[in-house]
Every structure is written in C-alpha cells, then in structure tokens.
C-alpha cells in the first residue's frame, strides 16, 4: 500500500498515536507542542518559531514560570475541588486525572520540582489539609468559596434562631409551672386539730343568734361584693397592659437587635469581599509597564474584552492600537469628581457610582451608588484601585 494510504495499518496507527498522550520528555511547554519522538522533538529544538519562544522568554524568564505555576495550581485545584469536592484523597490519584488531559500544564514548567514538594506547598499555603502515611501523601481540599461560607452563616443564624425559639418556649413553660406550683400552695386548705381547755364545759350552739350573724355577714358580702370584683379587674387589666407593653418592648429591642446585628454581618461581609482580578470591559485604564516602550508608557486605553481574568485585550485612546496585557502592567484611573465609576473589587463589585470626592490622605474615595437595588447609598474608603473610570 501507499504511504498516503488513509485506511493503511500505519496511518491508522500515527492517528491513534497523536490522540493519546506522549512522553513528557518530548513535549514543549513553551510552545506548548507534543513531538512523538526524540527526532521530532530535536527538529523542534532547531525550528525558528521555538528559538523566538526561547528569546521572549529570556527576557523574563521569572514571570513565566510564575504564570505557569498559577496555571497549574489552579487547575490542580479546581480538579479537587470538583472532582472529590473535600474528601481525603491520594494526591497521586488526582495528579493522574489531571495528567489525563492533553493540554494540561507539565509541572517540568513550574516552580515545584516533584509532586511531594507541590503538595507540601498546598498544606503550608492552607489550599489544603495533608498528611503523610506509609501509602504516601492524602490531601483534602479546604473550601474557601464565598457562596459556600455565605450558606454556612445562614444555617448557622438558623440553628441560633431555632435554639433561641427553643430556649424562650422552654423558660415560658417554666414560669406557667412556677405560677401553678403557687396558686396551688394557696388554695390548699390549712387542717388544724380542735382542742378545748376545759373538757367538763360544754358546746351550746344558738341558731338563732348565727342565723342572723350569718344574714348581717351575708348582706356585708353582698354589698362589698361588686366594688371587690371591679377593683380585681381593674388590677388584673393594668397588669395584663403593663406585661403587654413589656412584652412588645422586648420584643421590639429584639427584633431590632437582630436586625442590626444582620445589617453589621452584612455591611462585614461586603468589606471582606475581594478578589485578586479587578479587570472588567468598558473601563479606562493607564499602560505602566516600559517594556512596551515610551510610545505607550502612561498611555490611556479602554477595556475591550477580558481574557482568563487576568488579562486584557485594550485599545489606546489616541492612536486606536491594540495591546494584551496583563492586569499587572496596568492601573486604574479616576475622573473628575460628578463623572460615573465602576467598583472593580470587594462587597460593591459590579455596581456603577458617582464619583463625589476624594480623599488624597487615605488614598480613597466617596461614590454614591447609581444602579441595582443599592441606589441612593453612599460608600466611603473605596481604595483608588478598587473604582475606574467608565469608557
């Protein structure tokens, strides 16, 4: 058969080979081109698009490998995490997943030389929980995600509502048994023993003069018995007002507490909310970096698309060019007080606002949010770093 032959065993057997995985030895992450054996892997070596790779990369060779570690820790990562979510896992057994991929980055690449220094790493970083045993290093993933946190808080704040529900049930019952307790100490007739000083004398009773007694006595309670019964009410209906009122107040300071405190946690969370990417289309942005030359040193550019989060396609304001770049080679920029912004980072992110001053002590600014349900509020101490100007 032919060597261009598409159904011979050899061209069935090269298409069956560039699928799977290669060697590591023959791949070039650079390039990010797998060669299938050593003599294309020097032909390569030798090619001019591989030796412009190698140059570029000379001039900064830190900032790659920096880029390549990320890359791989976050993959790594992002694999545990959906893969085994937060069980105890041989960290061999996730390296293999990860290595399943074909355009994986190779940890050749990155600053960790072999996956037990990579694992030592994770557990002193805190991504992750490891320890050693005969078999070898296990690894647990330690979640970290807001959302994931925001539903522990809520479930939290529900078991304290629950066992404060729980505990103000249990003292109301308590204190019906402590009033029944005493209201059935006082009904309890006292028995006393009859005892007379002389046996010898006798008990003469007179009907007559106790059936008037008792008539007088009986025509006492008559009369008493109505301004009795009015002033028991009236004293039962300024206590049951007075415990009325006592018992809204309380429960008003309540429920204002609670309130407040869930305000406080909130207003917390919106703070501590932050991000290590700030990029976001439709944003005026200054060039810092001098390796682009003076041309487009301290040159404004516009946002127009953002890549993997921490890079960005721009396009200058004054000579239309477009560049990527990454977040590090650039920096904010504010407009004049009463111009629109956006928050690029922490508990506001996402919302436009009205630049309405700046504080050049602190470093900060105060916008009043313009959009979203938040409208009308005003923020104080947003960092410059966190607001840009809008395009």
């Known amino acids: 058969m032919g060597k261009s032959d598409f159904l011979s065993p050899k061209a069935i057997a090269n298409r069956i080979k560039s699928k799977g995985l290669q060697k590591l030895r023959w791949y070039c992450q650079m390039c990010q081109k797998q060669c299938r054996d050593e003599n294309g892997f020097k032909c390569h070596c030798m090619s001019e698009s591989h030796q412009r790779q190698l140059l570029l990369a000379s001039e900064n060779p830190q900032q790659f490998m920096d880029y390549f570690s990320d890359e791989f820790r976050t993959e790594f990562l992002e694999l545990l995490s959906r893969r085994f979510g937060t069980k105890r896992v041989h960290n061999?057994?996730?390296?293999n997943e990860y290595i399943g991929h074909r355009e994986h980055i190779h940890m050749n690449a990155t600053q960790w030389e072999t996956l037990t220094d990579f694992t030592k790493w994770l557990g002193r970083e805190g991504f992750c929980k490891v320890d050693e045993t005969p078999k070898g290093w296990y690894?647990?993933?330690?979640?970290?995600?807001?959302e994931t946190i925001r539903r522990q808080q809520e479930l939290e704040k529900k078991k304290k509502q629950d066992l404060d529900d729980a505990e103000r049930t249990a003292k109301f019952i308590e204190e019906q048994v402590k009033?029944?307790?005493?209201?059935?100490?006082?009904?309890?007739p006292v028995f006393t023993e009859l005892s007379r000083e002389n046996?010898?004398?006798?008990?003469?009773?007179n009907l007559n003069r106790g059936a008037s007694t008792s008539g007088s006595t009986s025509a006492k309670s008559s009369s008493l018995a109505p301004n009795a019964l009015k002033a028991a009410a009236t004293?039962?209906?300024?206590?049951?007002?007075?415990?009325?009122?006592?018992t809204g107040q309380a429960r008003e300071k309540k429920k204002r507490s609670a309130l407040d405190e869930i305000m406080e946690?909130?207003?917390?969370?919106?703070?501590?909310?932050?991000?290590?990417?700030?990029?976001?289309?439709?944003?005026?942005?200054k060039i810092v970096t001098k390796k682009l030359g003076e041309k487009y040193h301290k040159k404004k550019a516009v946002v127009q698309e953002v890549v993997?989060?921490?890079?960005?396609?721009?396009?200058?304001?004054?000579?239309g060019d477009k560049l990527k770049l990454d977040q590090t080679h650039l920096e904010?920029?504010?407009?004049?007080?009463?111009?629109?912004?956006?928050?690029l980072n922490g508990g506001y992110k996402g919302n436009v606002g009205v630049l309405e001053s700046i504080n050049e002590k602190s470093f900060s600014a105060t916008i009043v949010i313009d959009s979203g349900l938040l409208k009308g509020r005003k923020v104080e101490g947003i960092q410059y770093e966190d607001i840009s100007k809008l395009a």
């Open 139 to 146: 690894i647990q993933y330690i979640d970290r995600d807001p």
């Open 308 to 319: 993997d989060r921490y890079t960005a396609v721009v396009k200058l304001v004054d000579s």
């Open 332 to 343: 904010t920029v504010l407009p004049a007080p009463g111009k629109k912004v956006l928050i």
């Open 92 to 95: 061999n057994i996730v390296y």
């Open 179 to 188: 009033r029944g307790m005493g209201a059935t100490e006082q009904d309890t």
């Open 199 to 205: 046996e010898e004398e006798k008990v003469a009773f």
């Open 235 to 246: 004293t039962a209906s300024v206590k049951r007002k007075d415990t009325s009122q006592s």
């Open 265 to 285: 946690l909130e207003e917390q969370k919106k703070k501590t909310e932050r991000t290590d990417f700030w990029l976001h289309p439709e944003i005026v942005v």
